[in-house]
């Protein structure tokens, strides 16, 4: 019979050297719309939150994301488009005090206007960032910082008189004919979709998200050494959201393919890119769409899936309808997640989907004093 210092060093072998290695260390601060107002009076963090010595100072990492682009906008008709691009990113330090400060505002993915639909881009995510004093002493300047809300995807009605990748060209949209995804020859009729383009309010090159900052005097502040390490990763047109279209015909979605990117330093350094198939009579949803795709491809994006597909059932009323107003007005996914394009239908009014909104982390390496 087993010992019990046998059984105890059996255990032991096996969780020795078994430690945590996938959290951060310090202590994090979260922010966004969901959950703190975009508007004036602002999201606030204070220095005071670490400590409560006058003469202390220290260090905060501060990372920003603009808000994802929202999908294609409102329709009634059969057709087709092309999901929202992500928005700029930027990463610095700054020194804080017990008397410093930062503001939030903006941070809110495009969801306004009739029926929660609007066209254009979200809100930027902006920050006002303020040292401190030490003892009365005012030694840093202020600073601000913004990065621009990804720009949202387009779409368009057909008539069935040319294919849909076609049709999308001729409003101004960046096309690639006769080439897949994967970068294989196709027929005439088929190719890639871009959402940027250069007429008809579609996003050009040169407006694409970027990230800026400044340092003002302020409070007297004898110099500018406000912010440091920064960096910032505008939204190129690597980012863009692009769609395959596989048949001349919109309504063939087993051939179509979308690609979503996020900015960087969501799920990996880089960012990610998903490509998405269309749901067709699935079970999951009514009529053509990537929701439950969508739900799937975020999931498979980390290390650490945090759920699975949301309730849903093929025999009972609540399979996912991408009609009327229900996708509109909620941001589904997580913060600075664009949104993919949601096909429209004849005589149904679709409204696509609300990205996910802006998003600031703050952390701190040292020891927090006050509780």
């Known amino acids: 019979m087993a010992t019990l210092s046998s059984l105890l060093t059996s255990k032991s072998l096996l969780t020795e050297g078994t430690k945590e290695t996938n959290l951060e260390a310090g202590r994090m ?21 670490i400590s409560g010595d006058d003469t202390w100072v220290g260090e905060v990492e501060v990372e920003i994301w603009g808000a994802g682009g929202r999908s294609n906008g409102c329709s009634c008709c059969c057709g087709g488009g092309v999901g929202g691009n992500p928005g700029a990113y930027m990463k610095f330090n700054m020194p804080m005090t017990r008397n410093g400060f930062i503001y939030i505002m903006g941070m809110r993915s495009c969801n306004s206007g009739a029926h929660c639909h609007c066209g254009g881009q979200g809100n930027a995510t902006c920050v006002q960032l303020c040292s401190g004093c030490i003892a009365s002493t005012c030694t840093y300047a202020c600073a601000c910082a913004c990065v621009q809300a ?13 294919s849909m990748m076609c049709c ?6 960046c096309i690639t004919p006769n080439v897949d995804y994967q970068g294989n020859a196709v027929g005439d009729g088929c190719g890639m979709v871009c959402n940027v383009g250069n007429a008809n309010n579609w996003p050009t090159e040169a407006n694409l998200p970027g990230a800026c900052y400044c340092d003002y005097y302020a409070g007297g502040a004898a110099s500018k050494n406000s912010i440091s390490g ?20 919109p309504a063939e979605w087993n051939y179509h393919r979308q690609m979503i ?10 960012g990610g890119e998903m490509i998405l198939g269309f749901n067709h009579v699935d079970g999951t949803s009514q009529g053509p769409s990537s929701f439950s795709n969508m739900d799937m491809a975020v999931q498979g994006m980390s290390r650490s899936p945090t759920s699975g597909m949301r309730s ?60």
Not at 236 to 246: E, S
Not at 261 to 270: D, G, K, Q, V
Request: proline share 7%; aromatic share 12%.
């Open 230 to 249: 920064v960096i910032c990763c505008n939204s190129d047109i690597t980012r863009a959201a692009r769609t395959f279209y596989g048949h001349c015909n």
């Open 29 to 49: 601060w979260g922010y966004t719309a969901t959950n703190h107002s975009e508007t004036p009076p602002c999201a606030k963090f204070f220095g005071c939150q």
């Open 150 to 162: 990804g720009l949202g995807g387009r779409n368009q009605c057909i008539d069935g008189g040319s």
């Open 261 to 270: 990117s996020t900015a960087p330093m969501r799920y990996s350094t880089c």
């Open 312 to 371: 849903m059932s093929c025999w009972a009323s609540i399979r996912n309808c991408t009609c009327y107003e229900w996708t509109g007005c909620i941001p589904y996914w997580p913060v600075a997640q664009p949104a993919p394009m949601n096909p429209p239908c004849s005589g149904v009014r679709t409204h696509g989907y609300t990205g996910g909104h802006g998003a600031v982390r703050i952390k701190y390496l040292g020891a927090v004093t006050v509780y």
């Open 168 to 173: 999308l060209g001729t409003t101004g949209a």
